[in-house]
């Protein structure tokens, strides 16, 4: 069986090679700065690897174009790389080359099939602040099932995913509590308490957690994530990768 693994490259970006497919998550590989706007976003980190080295990319996981931490200026350069970019209908008209997705259309790479999901990005009706958003689902025969969140905070999103897509074997949830105060308190990606909620929700599937570090607005730290699958007795369920080496599941 051809072995998979994920490669953290740094916040939403990673690069999933699966049954024989690399697949890269939300590029985002500038150098830290700040990026101005309706609400100004400031990167701390830059990124493990940059775009010169992360190889060939079959297909570009694009959770959503519009906000910089999920697709800076050095990620869209990079989009025309890649053999094909998925992302939301919406991401389609506004980016040359995108290939829009709807929750449930898939497109298929080698074996892979690959599945938009749904997503919401904040609390219910966030999407006329924040847009629409997508998830993916990943599926090869002999492999298991990948759920690749994208900028989720809902696990009621989650527990619907699973309802009609079935099991999900690994799961690359985007953590780090998200938020800009758009919506008060209410968070824009999974927090620590919602990513172990979302866990159950998953069954056994195993938790890779990434979008959980490098920005300001990310308002948790990976360390609290860690400790609160500790505390709910499932980390032993928990994959924290390492910036820029391969983490195989």
């Given amino acids: 069986m051809t ?12 690069i999933i090679e699966y049954a024989g497919v690399r697949f890269l998550t939300d590029p985002t590989f500038d150098a830290p700065g700040s990026y101005e706007g309706g609400v100004a976003l400031h990167k701390l980190v830059g990124p493990a690897l940059g775009p010169d080295e992360v190889g060939d990319i079959d297909a570009v996981l694009l959770s959503h174009d519009q906000h910089p931490d999920n697709l800076d200026t050095s990620g869209r350069g990079f989009l025309a790389r890649a053999g094909a970019v998925l992302s939301t209908p919406e991401a389609a008209t506004r980016v040359d080359g995108v290939i829009g997705l709807s929750p449930w259309q898939s497109r298929r790479f080698g074996r892979v099939d690959v599945t938009a999901v749904p ?20 599926r090869a025969p002999g492999h298991p099932v ?8 809902s696990v009621d999103v989650v527990a619907a995913i699973v309802a009609r897509g079935g099991g ?30 979302a866990a159950r929700v998953l069954g056994d599937a195993v938790i890779i957690p990434v979008h ?26 928990l994959r924290v990768p390492v910036h820029g080496e391969p983490l195989p599941f």
Avoid: K
């Fill in 3 to 14: 072995s998979n693994s994920l490669t953290l490259v740094g916040g939403p970006t990673a």
């Fill in 168 to 197: 999900v074997g690994v799961a690359v949830l985007f953590t780090g509590a998200a938020n800009v105060g758009r919506f008060g308190d209410a968070d824009l990606t999974l927090n620590a308490r919602t990513a172990v909620e």
């Fill in 146 to 153: 990948v759920y690749v969140s994208g900028d989720n905070a």
């Fill in 119 to 138: 997503a919401r990005h904040g609390p219910e009706g966030a999407e006329a602040l924040s847009g629409t958003v997508t998830g993916f689902l990943l």
């Fill in 212 to 237: 959980a570090e490098g920005w300001h607005h990310f308002s948790e730290t990976r360390e609290r994530l860690v400790r609160e699958f500790v505390y709910a007795g499932l980390d032993g369920r």
